[in-house]
T-cell receptor, first 112, second 113 residues
Framework: GENVEQHPSTLSVQEGDSAVIKCTYS??????FPWYKQELGKRPQLIID?????GEKKDQRIAVTLNKTAKHFSLHITETQPEDSAVYFCAAKPPQGGKLIFGQGTELSVKP | EADIYQTPRYLVIGTGKKITLECSQTMGHDKMYWYQQDPGMELHLIHY???????EKGDLSSESTVSRIRTEHFPLTLESARPSHTSQYLC????????????FGAGTRLSVL
């Protein structure tokens, strides 16, 4: 079945710097890749997603890139702010069924 | 406003008690999920349902059970709670379709003494 690996597990950046979180997946047929942000004590919330027929998607300061050949996708956050501090989860959706396979999570700390 | 409601938000109980965690949704979604998550850690899928009378075990073995008698309601039951069940339980829903965007409830934080 599908397996998703996420790196790094923790990431600390200075405010204003960029942050990049990477995920690799094993099932080349997976076709949908969302990213969730979970602030401390809150529920995970979708921040951006990408389908397998698209290589890059951007929404203001966040972007996601997908490399289907290498089977990896990345979250890019530019001009980081303290409110970006949270745990970020990537996920992949195999073609069959309605499950998402989540990565292990990355704890991002943005220091003022 | 459409949402996912989980009750109780916090629960402290003794070992051996039977408990049911409630999840109700007004999203109109067919798919529902239960995840177990220690704070800030990995999300583990323990049960899911694609519709009424459909339930499946997830990727993480769990001693809990679920039922889906109504589309809006997906309760999770622990017949005999143990300290190892102490965790946060998140309910999620998704609409039909290929994208499978999942929306999460606020969670139930369970402590078993």
């Amino acid at each position: 079945g599908e397996n998703v690996e996420q790196h790094p597990s923790t990431l600390s950046v200075q405010e204003g710097d960029s942050a990049v979180i990477k995920c690799t997946y094993s099932d080349s047929a997976s076709n949908y890749f969302p990213w969730y942000k979970q602030e401390l004590g809150k529920r995970p919330q979708l921040i951006i997603d990408i389908r397998s027929n698209v290589g890059e998607k951007k929404d203001q300061r966040i972007a996601v890139t997908l490399n289907k050949t290498a089977k990896h996708f990345s979250l890019h956050i530019t001009e980081t702010q303290p409110e970006d501090s949270a745990v970020y989860f990537c996920a992949a959706k195999p073609p069959q069924g309605g499950k998402l396979i989540f990565g292990q999570g990355t704890e991002l700390s943005v220091k003022p | 406003e459409a949402d996912i409601y989980q009750t109780p938000r916090y629960l402290v109980i003794g070992t051996g008690k039977k408990i049911t965690l409630e999840c109700s949704q007004t999203m109109g979604h067919d798919k529902m999920y239960w995840y177990q998550q220690d704070p800030g850690m990995e999300l583990h899928l323990i049960h899911y349902s694609y519709g009424v009378n459909s339930t499946e075990k997830g990727d993480l073995s769990s001693e809990s059970t679920v039922s889906r008698i109504r589309t809006e309601h997906f309760p999770l039951t622990l017949e005999s709670a143990r300290p190892s069940h102490t965790s946060q339980y998140l309910c999620a829903t998704a609409e039909a379709g290929a994208k499978n965007i999942q929306y999460f409830g606020a969670g139930t934080r369970l402590s078993v003494l």
